[in-house]
């Protein structure tokens, strides 16, 4: 059973921004991802879920009802964190968060003070004086306080360190296996790959393809870095590893192998002497290349 | 429909803007009530007869004629005006533009309770900022001028006055409401009611230009026809029917528009 639909949503801003034509449905405790470059239209497709804009055609619904329509019903269900957060600037944190609790019509915030504690934030400050990682850890809190059914994730790490992000991924998980349904949006990889059943890569716009992740997870190309000691060791890698990209002054060679070659790798380098090794990590745009075979009109 | 938390919030968000603008206009209201000395003003009405400071000043021998030309034609119209301005752009627009709207519209609260709300905040203040200015009036000029105020053409002026700036708040409030971007929304909300008031003095300098009555607000607002005590309930009307309407279609676009949040 779907929670979310997205049936053929179109909205043209003009510019060329916007969605266009996005069909996407989520079942009941998935996770799903939207992945794609800043300017996707990713936040643009949350915002029509949240009611914020009115589809030009096509249309959203949450468990059947229409997201524009009934925005108020499904508040409730849902728990939101902006892309961009914004607080009010002349309010302290714990008020804000207490305001919202209001609104939302919750008595118990024990819920709330176990965030807080879990990921170590007083929020007694200013809004305005909080940096970026400190708000992004109240907009959490905003989102997770009342133990929403559905929860809308727009870039939900930017701005953590990376122990706080781990964090963050478990509280996730912790949602899931207590069967919330998660969307959630990224321009990183590797956050999407973590975390979700199933991806969607957004361009311009435009849905390009859905895929399972574990499906994902495999076939990619993973790229290592590595110099030789030796240009006999070069010579015998390229033998092996004919499209590798080298240097013969530098001895430094790159090696881009799926999965399933990765122990042939291994075996080969064994017999080398390296200076180093490392696997190079990917922008966005050179997964999406690999993805699809290099064509660039992805 | 009406909603508690967001009331309070405007309060406590508003209040130093509300605190400083009714401040200052008691002070403008205790200072011009204490100046006034009819002998004075009577001589200078009879130098300045048919000229243009006669016609600023005509008929101000008696304290409310006198308070008419000063203080309802100049500080009582231009300090609410900015309050209006600012804390209408405030209100709305402002939360939209930075982006903390989306909080509030991420909780089970109608778009409609959330405007409906504001603009309520909005009308009580101005009303309120008014009962203070009148009460202050009122009892300044018990002490300093003493059986010299005429009560009930006193409490009209402050009503005409009032209801004036309402109907100037509907259209700060009625920008707010439509525009997303701050500066757009303060450009038209403070733009109209600022050449609405350019436009009105021009009205008085000149005889000749006398179409221009006809595209501002401050001439519903006709202190002279109130001492007389005719044909104001018209204008009353209209203001209070200009309020309505501007409040209910910045309500209504708000509830209906895309938000970029």
């Known amino acids: 059973m779907s929670v979310i639909v997205l049936d053929k949503l179109t909205k043209d801003f003009k510019n060329g921004r916007g969605v266009f034509d996005v069909s996407i449905s989520v079942k009941r405790g998935e996770c799903y991802g939207f992945l794609g470059p800043n300017g996707a239209g990713k936040s643009t497709t949350m915002r029509h879920l949240m009611g914020f804009y009115q589809p030009q055609s096509g249309s959203a619904t949450i468990d059947g009802l229409n997201c524009w329509r009934d925005q108020k019903q499904l508040q409730s269900k849902i728990g939101y964190l902006p892309g961009e957060i914004a607080f009010p600037v002349d309010m ?29 934030i007083n929020p007694a400050s ?55 349904t998660i969307l959630l949006s990224s321009h990183m990889f590797e956050e999407v790959e973590r975390t979700c059943d199933r991806i969607g890569i957004i361009k311009n716009g435009r849905m390009i393809q859905e895929i399972n992740a574990t499906e994902l997870r ?16 070069l010579n015998k890698l390229l033998v092996q590893f004919p499209k590798m990209l080298y240097d013969r002054q530098t001895r430094i060679v790159r090696i881009s192998v799926p999965d399933s070659r990765i122990n042939e790798l291994i075996a ?4 080398c002497r390296l200076r180093y090794l490392k696997e190079e990590k990917h922008t966005l745009e050179e997964y999406f290349m690999q993805f699809y075979g290099g064509k660039s009109n992805v | 429909m009406f909603s508690l938390p967001i009331f309070i919030q405007d309060i406590k968000s508003n209040f130093k803007f509300w605190m400083a603008f009714t401040l200052v206009l008691c002070l403008f209201m205790t200072v011009m009530i204490n100046v006034f000395t009819p002998a004075a003003i009577g001589s200078i009405d009879k130098v300045s007869a048919g000229t243009i400071v006669g016609n600023l000043l005509g008929g101000a021998n008696t304290l409310i004629g006198f308070m008419a030309n000063s203080f309802y034609t100049l500080m009582a119209i231009v300090f609410p005006m900015l309050y209006s301005i600012i804390v209408g752009n405030r209100l709305v627009a402002e939360k939209v533009d930075h982006g903390d709207m989306s909080g509030l519209l ?3 609260t109608k778009r409609f309770t959330i405007v409906f709300t504001k603009a309520v905040f909005f009308l009580v203040s101005l009303i309120l900022m008014w009962t203070v200015v009148c009460l202050v009036g009122i009892g300044v000029s018990h002490l300093f001028q003493l059986g010299e105020l005429s009560l009930d053409t006193f409490l009209l002026m402050n009503l005409g006055c009032c209801l004036y700036h309402l109907a100037l708040s509907s259209i700060t409030y009625c920008a707010s409401c439509v525009f ?82």
């Open chain 1, 126 to 180: 200013e809004l305005r004086r909080m940096s970026k990682g400190m708000k992004q850890k109240v907009g959490i809190i905003l989102a997770f306080m009342h133990k929403p059914e559905l929860l809308l994730l727009d870039e939900p790490s930017s701005g953590l360190d990376p122990l706080m992000q781990s964090k963050f991924i478990e509280l996730m998980e912790r949602f899931k296996k207590a069967g919330t």
């Open chain 2, 106 to 108: 991420s909780t089970p």
């Open chain 1, 92 to 120: 302290t944190g714990k008020n804000y968060i207490r305001m919202i609790a209001k609104m939302r019509g919750m008595k118990d915030l024990s819920y709330e003070k176990e965030l807080e504690d879990f990921f170590e």
């Open chain 1, 268 to 271: 080969a380098l064994s017999v």
């Open chain 1, 218 to 233: 495999h076939s990619r190309l993973k790229t290592f870095e590595l110099e030789c000691e030796e240009e006999a060791d």
């Open chain 2, 180 to 261: 997303n971007l701050s500066k757009m929304s303060m450009a038209i909300g403070g733009g109209i009611p600022l050449f609405f008031y350019v436009d009105a003095l021009i009205v008085k300098l000149s005889d000749n230009l006398d179409v221009l009555k006809y595209i501002t607000l401050n001439t519903l607002y006709d202190t002279a026809k109130i001492i007389d005590g005719k044909d104001y309930g018209t204008n009353f009307a209209i203001l209070l029917l200009i309020t309505l309407v501007l409040y209910s279609l910045g309500i209504t676009v708000f509830c209906r528009k895309d938000l970029p949040l």
